[in-house]
């Protein structure tokens, strides 16, 4: 367990946080932790959770998406729950009080030529408040061309929220919220936006605000798997909201609009000592 680096944020990486909304952590996850997680993964793939949906396009390759996994695998708990991760999280978002919020699994086999959408993760979710963020688990080795994850720096800022839209052809579950905007083509407007992304490496990490807008290429290789894995947290000031556009499968109805998240569902997982 102690495979994971606490010491790997400190105050430049908290800074740049709070200025870009997404940092890389390298080398944060030990290969005890990238074992474990990857076991898991194939078990999903073979035998899906009960929150699978697969995102594949009918243009070929396999983008295996499913969410919620730490509720019925025991690794993926243990990850989620008694990693240093959620200290970390503290430490970004500067809180006293962290929620585990809900895990989330994108692999895109080699030859997926789906990209992922632009989006901001926030409209999607039943939840209101300044912190709230995810970190993204690199289990192979990520390039543009494999699919890294994309994101606008400094966007989650930009005080713009996005409508929840599906991320592959198929029924649309998002209700339409009219205080969202639909999100404009970034990829017109690519040359005068500061799109960052990384090269990874299995075990580094990308710390993102929910705000901040972020997609990915297709997986274009034809031999390297893009497996990701991403944990959402949130601190203190996050409340449930399930306004119009939030997830079904992600909201809880134990809790009511307004309320601390405190619950089975969203539970506590690291306070100030
Ligand atoms: O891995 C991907 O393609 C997308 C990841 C993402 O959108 C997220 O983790 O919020």
């Known amino acids: 367990m ?13 800074d740049a946080f709070a200025r870009d909304g997404a940092i890389i952590l390298r080398g944060v996850i030990g290969p005890d932790w990238l074992g474990r997680l990857a076991a898991a993964i194939e078990r999903d793939i073979v035998r899906p959770g009960p929150f699978h949906h697969g995102y594949s396009a009918p243009e070929g390759g396999r983008f295996h998406g499913n969410m919620r ?3 019925s695998d025991p690794d993926f708990r243990d990850y989620c729950l008694h990693s240093p991760l959620p200290a970390l999280a503290a430490r970004l978002l500067r809180t006293d009080k962290v929620n585990l919020f809900y895990d989330q699994l994108f692999v895109k086999e080699p030859g997926t030529s789906q990209p992922t959408r632009w989006h901001n993760d926030q409209p999607y979710w039943p939840v209101r408040g300044w912190p709230v963020m995810s970190f993204w688990l690199a289990l192979d080795p990520v390039t543009k061309e494999s699919g890294a994850v994309e994101f606008v720096r400094g966007s989650h800022r930009w005080n713009r929220w996005f409508q929840a839209e599906p991320f592959a052809p198929g029924g649309n579950i998002y209700e339409r919220n009219p205080e969202y905007e639909p999100m404009p083509d970034l990829e017109a407007e690519r040359a ?9 490496a299995p075990g580094d990490v990308l710390a993102f605000h929910a705000l901040c807008v972020h997609g990915a290429g297709g997986n274009l290789t034809g031999d390297r798997r893009r497996r990701g894995y991403t944990v959402r947290y949130c601190g203190r000031d996050a409340v449930y909201y399930a306004g119009p556009g939030s997830h079904p499968g992600l909201r809880n109805p134990r809790l009511k609009d307004g309320e601390p998240l405190d619950s089975e569902q969203y539970p506590v997982v690291w306070r100030a000592a």
Not at 2 to 14: D, K, L, N, T
Not at 193 to 200: E, K, P, T
């Open 2 to 14: 102690s495979e994971v680096r606490e010491s790997a944020v400190g105050s430049a990486e908290i």
């Open 69 to 71: 996994l730490w509720e």
């Open 192 to 200: 005068r936006l500061d799109i960052v992304s990384w090269d990874m």
